[in-house]
T-cell receptor
Framework: GAGVSQSPRYKVTKRGQDVALRCDPISGHVSLYWYRQALGQGPEFLTYFNYEAQQDKSGLPNDRFSAERPEGSISTLTIQRTEQRDSAMYRC???????????????FGPGTRLTVL | KNQVEQSPQSLIILEGKNCTLQCNYTVSPFSNLRWYKQDTGRGPVSLTIMTFSENTKSNGRYTATLDADTKQSSLHITASQLSDSASYICVVRGLTGGGNKLTFGTGTQLKVEL
């Protein structure tokens, strides 16, 4: 299929290590979004990109979290010096339209389950 | 405090029965409201989307309503099926953050039983 893909699907790491989570959006989709979802909770917005430009990073919890989308396609969410509270499902979504297209549908990937020991 | 509150937190109904899920929000200014269905272990899938000028929107057995004045929305499921068992999440798009900041509710966990 040509949906949103994420890798790895599962990541177990030790506290203090850095991790990089990858998102491959649907081909041609302009906007890409990162969310974090704790067990039993709805997704929490982290950041989003319009092409390669990071438009809103207000949801990033602290400066250990960063994201990039250098060529306007694949994106990487990096968490430095991981802590146990970072354990969650990290989901990526993409949409066809760009900023301002308020009704554009977001298509979600399967997520990366991060566990920090 | 979450700007999108959903109720009930969980619900169990018998197959074939109807149910209504509630969503109250304080996000302002408001662009649109969407209901998602999320099966366990899967990503959310959009069911309906409404702008402030729309009062009701249907998608098969799902009917969403919106009252932008009271900032309330509901999702009504008719003749429930076992496959309706999932988490239903209300998502509000605000007009800040470049028009693309979404606020998610915590969801209603629905279980449909025989």
């Amino acid at each position: 299929g040509a949906g949103v893909s994420q890798s790895p699907r599962y990541k177990v790491t030790k506290r203090g290590q850095d991790v990089a989570l990858r998102c491959d959006p649907i081909s041609g989709h302009v906007s890409l979004y990162w969310y974090r979802q704790a067990l039993g909770q709805g997704p929490e917005f982290l950041t989003y990109f319009n092409y390669e430009a990071q438009q809103d990073k207000s949801g990033l919890p602290n400066d250990r979290f960063s994201a990039e989308r250098p060529e306007g396609s694949i994106s990487t969410l990096t968490i430095q010096r991981t802590e146990q509270r970072d354990s969650a499902m990290y989901r990526c979504a993409s949409s066809l339209g760009s900023m301002g297209v308020g009704t554009d549908t977001q298509y979600f990937g399967p997520g990366t389950r991060l566990t920090v020991l | 405090k979450n700007q999108v509150e959903q109720s009930p937190q969980s619900l169990i109904i018998l197959e074939g029965k109807n149910c209504t899920l509630q969503c109250n929000y304080t996000v302002s200014p408001f662009s649109n409201l969407r209901w998602y269905k999320q099966d366990t272990g899967r990503g959310p899938v959009s069911l309906t989307i409404m702008t402030f000028s729309e009062n009701t929107k249907s998608n098969g057995r799902y009917t969403a309503t919106l009252d932008a004045d009271t900032k309330q929305s509901s999702l009504h499921i008719t003749a429930s099926q076992l496959s309706d068992s999932a988490s239903y999440i209300c998502v509000v798009r605000g007009l800040t953050g470049g028009g693309n900041k979404l606020t998610f509710g915590t969801g209603t966990q629905l279980k449909v039983e025989l």
